[in-house]
């Protein structure tokens, strides 16, 4: 069979893919762009409008408005007033510079964290939707080509096109011929739909996640920047209490962004392992003395049983493996209470441990603490995103390895990773 054909259908499928992403980004961008420009300068116009109320008890054509500048003699923008007077007289002068450069920034990094949402986080999942929907397609063509080229008689084409027009892909229904000659086809739509069905449940609830984790702090650095609005430019408490809200909401955001292109890139292949025979011991060791340095509320213990225990592996990442359990460790182990680190050898395979004695984790929720965003109960009242262990799983995963947990409520957990 000729490989031409299914080259050129796979060519056009690539095409139509193409174009439609390259229409969902500009008309993405010109949304987020259009919405923000008129954003920047609709707000500052209803602010100039509620302090014209306020001070006048009305907003009147008839009430003078001007704006006055001040440089300095290197040309750099000093001062900018705004001025009104009444109609009756009344006069009122605004001093907008400090004002008006916190609002800047703060819009300025809004827009920023949004546009590089869109770029690594809403573009590549809805280039994979894309590439999920028209997957389907592309192996159907290929399979009408092929179709094409056989010597089906009527009967087996109206045998199939009756199958697929009454099969219906959202309710879990399967393509059942009953024709050998058609099986390997029907094999092959079924296997289809299987993949296209999980992978829309995992994208609905990961998007759907990752829009209710990142809600918080939008809404946190968006009321903040009303309070700046409203009292930050003469209140010099509320400015720094607001610009200091509005870096830790930043930093968490960042964080949380960071996490998921992890997992983005984890998931499109594009993290490669750059493997090396390391120590695990000096890995463990020097993940010690990073956590007694930067944790003074903890105890921390190092526990090495084989001095030799070497492994092949990426030490960055197992690295940042490690460090995931250490952090998740100290977050729920109270103040002056112990975490043990060790590492050794168990029936010919290394393993790495992080041992506490905190609030630890019921059984029912150790069968999910790895999935994207799960969070028990008792670990909601802590700060985090719940990316961390699906982050170390992947780490693990890519290594060959696996977890082994030991967890008892309000005793402690156990966890190790077993290579």
Do not use: C
Not at 9 to 22: G, K, L
Not at 62 to 74: I, L
Not at 297 to 302: F, Q
Not at 306 to 324: C, H, M, N
Request: aromatic residues 8%.
């Amino acid at each position: 069979m000729s490989s031409v054909p299914n080259n050129t259908q796979e060519r056009r499928m690539n095409s139509i893919n193409r174009r439609f992403n390259s229409s969902w980004i500009r008309k993405k961008f010109g949304a987020l762009l259009g919405g923000s420009l008129l954003l920047l300068l609709l707000l500052p116009a209803l602010y100039l409008g509620v302090r014209e109320h306020a001070a006048f008890g009305t907003v009147s054509l008839k009430t003078e408005r001007s704006f006055t500048a001040q440089r300095t003699e290197e040309g750099k923008l000093e001062a900018l007033d705004y001025h009104l007077k009444a109609e009756s007289g009344e006069t009122l002068d605004l001093h907008l510079l400090p004002g008006l450069t916190v609002y800047l920034i703060v819009f300025g990094g809004i827009f920023l964290l949004r546009f590089v949402w869109l770029l690594t986080v809403s573009y590549p999942a809805e280039k994979r939707k894309t590439q999920e929907i028209l997957a389907p397609l592309t192996e159907l063509a290929l399979k009408a080509d092929e179709l094409s080229r056989m010597e089906f008689g009527e009967d087996k084409y109206r045998l199939l096109e009756d199958a697929i027009t009454n099969l219906d892909a959202e309710d879990g229904g399967s393509l059942s011929l009953r024709d050998s000659e058609l099986m390997g086809i029907e094999a092959a739509i079924n296997n289809l739909l299987t993949r296209i069905r999980e992978s829309n449940r995992q994208q609905a609830r990961f998007v759907n996640d990752a829009s209710h984790e990142l809600r918080t702090p939008i809404a946190v650095i968006g009321g903040y920047a009303d309070m700046l609005e409203r009292w930050g430019k003469n209140d010099e408490k509320v400015l720094n209490e607001s610009i200091a809200a509005i870096r830790t909401e930043t930093a968490r955001m960042k964080h949380l962004v960071e996490q998921l292109l992890f997992l983005a890139r984890g998931d499109s292949g594009k993290t490669q392992l750059q493997k090396e025979k390391i120590s695990a011991a000096a890995l463990m060791r020097e993940a010690y003395e990073e956590s007694v340095m930067i944790d003074e509320d903890h105890i921390y213990r190092l526990k090495e049983e084989a001095a030799d225990s070497t492994v092949f592996a990426d030490p960055g990442l197992l690295k940042q493996a490690v460090r995931i359990l250490i952090d998740n460790a100290a977050k729920y182990t109270k103040k002056g209470d112990e975490i043990l680190l060790s590492s050794g050898l168990q029936e010919g395979h290394v393993y790495l441990q992080v041992q506490d004695t905190g609030i630890g984790m019921a059984q029912a929720d150790v069968e999910h603490m790895f999935e994207r965003f799960y969070r028990a109960d008792e670990a909601r009242s802590f700060e985090g995103t719940g990316l961390g262990l699906s982050i170390a799983k992947w780490i693990v995963d890519k290594h060959g390895g696996h977890f082994e947990i030991i967890s008892r409520e309000d005793i402690g957990m156990r966890i190790r990773i077993v290579l």
